[in-house]
């Protein structure tokens, strides 16, 4: 009792009982959010406002563009031009300067340097004049392509009923040539209803993409075959989904999915290996067979059966030959020069990725290791490829590598590629890792050991799942960055998504439509580095044990 | 202290047998110039429990970890459960496998639970199945008092409880002889009771033990043998009622009095 008269306040409710209250109004719920992430104070207010106005002007126009005005119809850039025509005619008529035309620049009196001023700014001005007159006569002539094929809107035809462009065109530039500002005004006044269609047209063509989307996708790839690439498509989603998600559904036979992509991977993708198939069963059957004792014999005849068609069979046309060589199943050869688009980006990245984690780790453990030489021949490497820029890498890859190798000898300029872009990447891969293993206790080290495990049990079990979840944002920052050097391959020729783009715009008839190639080509490199970094915060959130020991 | 000093300790129970677990002879280590270990003999009996004090710097530490050669000795010889360490990966890994060692820092994985932490080593090293060695562990752990912190990570636990679950995981590779370095000096206080009194079962089991610490209550409880270091060497050792009341050397006396006085 004498502890209440103590305490200030309502007295209702002893001391030690005070029962849960609500939180006051307007700190909870979304306006509670609002409040204390938007507007918790004159700063943040006036940032929120002005964040919210650059958004708006940025993002109206790009979805205006990319959206809203974009054409999609059609299979030529006809059906693109003819809303830019349009358009054009309102946008050089806005330009145009009655003023400027009215100068004089022969005038007497007038200082030198004004007068070349003056005389610029008339020029301009015709230019502008004359402008309006020519895009009406491209539009005319577009518009006659069209209606030869066929090809023209529903609604340019009612808006050409109304306007009769092609009657105004001859009085336009009469009146352009004439100098005669009030006709120059009524035409295009009459024309306003078409400049107005063409302002709703004069946005991204996507009408590009969608005629060049299968040489963005496959580059030369032969069309009949890319069911192979579809295959080997889902085969990598395949792949890679039980080594992302560790609690998916089916991970089990996924995983054998997994494992064997390397070889049929290879196999649709390049074709011409239908024996791969026998290390494939090899494979399923050693998987499959829980003692492990039936599993190998049967695997290891498999690939001598193999061995013994590559090595006697595969040149001669007889029964035998065809049936163990599987020559029913054989897909066609295709060289890596008909590679192209996503799938030459893919295969880089994809190859890039996989092989340069394992050998960044194997090199920075080298780098760590305590005996000398390897030290050294590791730490070499490393420095030595990390101070090279990675077009150095590729053209030593692409066109001094030859040079070197004895004659007779040769592989793909390819697969030269992509071992540079891979061992480039590594030596990056392995100073990340570095960092992740420096990170680690030393205790952690001596426990392992104590345990009495081997050096590479314990780097297996204890020190790399700690050294590399630490390391995950550096590392999906260099999968990124891989990924995206992979537009590099360009410069030696490789036709990778850039080079489509690049080459798209050169196209004699896709020129002028570099906005919507070069978007596209980011758009699919956003994708896909976008999907690595979610993946990275997945995994970081779901690979959290507490606080570290 | 005073109370604990005039106590008399039955140890009569834990019996101390003949055969010889740990033989060291005249080692000598150095950490680059610097001298840490000079002319060290010890011979250990199976089932003995034996304290190391010192002042820090003294080698205690250093001691220990030689016997399972996370530290490497450069001269003399060290040979433990019959086996001589040296340069050979296979002796090294066969006394490490029988020689359990708790951390001060406890040292636990963070990345794996309690039970995986517990039956690493004897899936790896043991090649044990999976299921006889969480079986194990799981006996472990209720040795242990914890057993309800199985599926937890290190980082969700106190440090008492950590120190525990260090404990059994070294159990858990069936050790022959158990090493300590400085088990309780990175516990809070209140946590350091509990570790101690895990570690005084196991003494009473008739575990071998080397113990590095200051908790001077455990040296009288279990250990049979108290030996105080200093500047690298064995300058005194003795059973604790003889050590603790009649210290021979100066710097024995020195180093009790610092630690005793409050």
């Known amino acids: 009792m004498a502890t209440e008269d103590t305490r200030e306040g309502n007295p209702a409710h002893p001391a030690g009982q005070h029962p849960d209250l609500p939180p006051p109004a307007g700190t909870t719920g979304f306006i509670g959010w609002l409040r204390e992430n938007l507007f918790a104070g004159p700063l943040n207010t006036i940032g929120t406002i002005v964040t919210v106005a650059v958004l708006y002007m940025l993002l109206v126009p790009l979805i205006q563009w990319s959206i809203t005005d974009a054409v999609i119809s059609g299979s030529d850039r006809h059906g693109c031009d003819i809303g830019r025509f349009a358009a054009n005619i309102g946008n050089a008529y806005d330009d145009f300067s009655r003023e400027n035309l009215a100068l004089d620049p022969n005038q007497e009196g007038l200082d030198p340097e004004t007068a070349r001023l003056w005389a610029a700014r008339q020029k301009r001005a015709e230019v502008d004049l004359t402008t309006v007159g020519s895009m009406l006569g491209n539009f005319d002539n577009t518009y006659q392509i069209m209606v030869r094929e066929g090809t023209v809107p529903t609604d340019l ?129 050693y998987w499959l067979d829980p003692n492990r004792i039936r599993g190998p014999t049967i695997a290891a005849a498999l690939v001598l059966l193999n061995l013994i068609y590559y090595f006697g069979l595969s040149d001669s046309d007889g029964l035998l030959s065809t049936i163990i060589g599987l020559k029913f199943l054989d897909f066609r050869y295709v060289p890596t020069g008909e590679w192209g688009g996503l799938l030459a980006t893919m295969v880089n990245g994809v190859v890039g990725i996989t092989a ?34 990675l077009i150095t890498v590729l053209f030593m890859a692409a066109l001094m590598l030859p040079l070197f190798l004895p004659e007779g000898v040769s592989f793909d ?16 891969m392995a100073e990340v890792v570095r960092g992740g293993l420096q990170a680690i206790p030393k205790g952690q080290y001596e426990a392992a050991e104590a345990m009495g495990l081997t050096y590479w049990r314990s780097m297996r079990l204890i020190v790399l799942p ?26 030696i020729g490789i036709l990778d998504v850039l080079l489509v783009a690049t080459q798209t715009n050169t196209r004699g008839d896709w020129v002028g439509f570099s906005s919507e190639t070069y978007f596209f080509a980011g758009f699919i490199f956003v994708i896909f580095c976008f999907g690595m970094s979610r993946y990275s915060i997945f995994l970081e959130r779901k690979l959290h044990t507490g606080h570290r020991s | ?106 040292n636990l994985f963070p990345h794996l639970t309690v039970l995986e932490n517990c039956t690493l080593a004897p899936i790896w090293v043991r090649r044990m199945p999976k299921a006889e060695a969480e079986d194990a562990a799981m006996k472990y752990l209720e040795r242990v008092k914890i057993p309800e912190q199985a599926l937890k990570y290190p980082g969700q636990l106190s440090g008492g409880q950590q120190q525990r679950v260090a404990i059994a995981r070294s159990l858990c590779m069936n050790p022959r002889i158990m090493l300590f370095d400085e088990p309780t000096s990175a516990l809070d206080p209140e946590m350091i009771a509990e570790v101690l009194d895990v570690m005084v079962g196991l003494a009473e089991s008739g575990m071998t033990m080397i113990c590095v610490t200051h908790e001077m209550g455990f040296a009288r409880k279990v250990a049979n043998r108290v030996i105080f270091m200093d500047e690298g060497e064995i300058i005194e050792q003795n059973v604790p009622e003889e050590f603790f009341t009649n210290p021979k050397s100066d710097r024995t006396k020195l180093f009790l009095s610092q630690i005793l006085q409050h």
């Open chain 1, 356 to 389: 340069s984690l394992p050998i960044g780790i194997v090199l920075a453990l080298g780098r760590r290791s305590n005996m000398p030489i390897i030290r050294a021949l590791c730490t070499a490497f490393i420095e030595t490829v990390r101070g090279v820029p």
């Open chain 2, 1 to 106: 202290m005073e109370e604990m000093e005039n106590t008399v300790v039955d140890r009569s129970h834990m019996q101390v047998s003949e055969e010889i677990a740990i033989q060291i002879q005249s080692m000598h280590k150095w950490f680059g110039e610097f001298h840490v270990l000079k002319d060290i003999n010890l011979t250990v009996n199976r089932g003995e429990r034996i304290v190391i004090c010192g002042p820090s710097g003294s080698g205690k530490s250093t001691l220990i970890r030689c016997i399972n050669r996370l530290e490497e000795h450069q001269r003399g010889e060290i040979v433990v459960n019959d086996v001589e360490l040296t340069d050979d990966l296979k002796n090294i890994a066969e006394v490490r496998s029988e020689v359990g060692m708790v951390f001060q820092h406890f």
């Open chain 1, 413 to 428: 300029k390819f697969l030269r590629a992509l071992i540079g872009v891979a061992l480039f990447s590594s030596a990056y």
């Open chain 1, 157 to 285: 035809l009612a808006v050409v009923d109304q306007v009769r462009p092609l009657e105004l065109q001859p009085a336009l530039l009469q009146a352009i040539e004439a100098r005669d500002l009030p006709a120059v005004d009524s035409i295009v006044n009459e024309l306003e209803p078409l400049i107005a269609w063409g302002q709703n047209r004069d946005g991204a063509c996507w009408v590009v993409i969608k005629e060049r989307v299968l040489i963005f996708m496959l580059g030369f790839y032969p069309r009949h075959e890319a069911w192979r690439l579809i295959v080997a498509a889902v085969l990598l989603v395949g792949a890679v989904a039980p080594l992302l998600f560790d609690k998916m559904p089916f991970r089990k036979p996924l995983l054998f999915v997994t494992a064997t992509f390397p070889l049929t991977g290879f196999w649709f993708v390049v074709g011409d290996f239908p024996t791969m198939i026998y290390c494939w069963i090899a494979f399923a059957i």
């Open chain 1, 466 to 491: 700690q050294a590399l979840k630490i390391q995950i944002p550096a590392i999906v920052n260099s999968f990124i960055g891989l990924y995206k050097d992979t537009t590099l391959l360009s410069i």
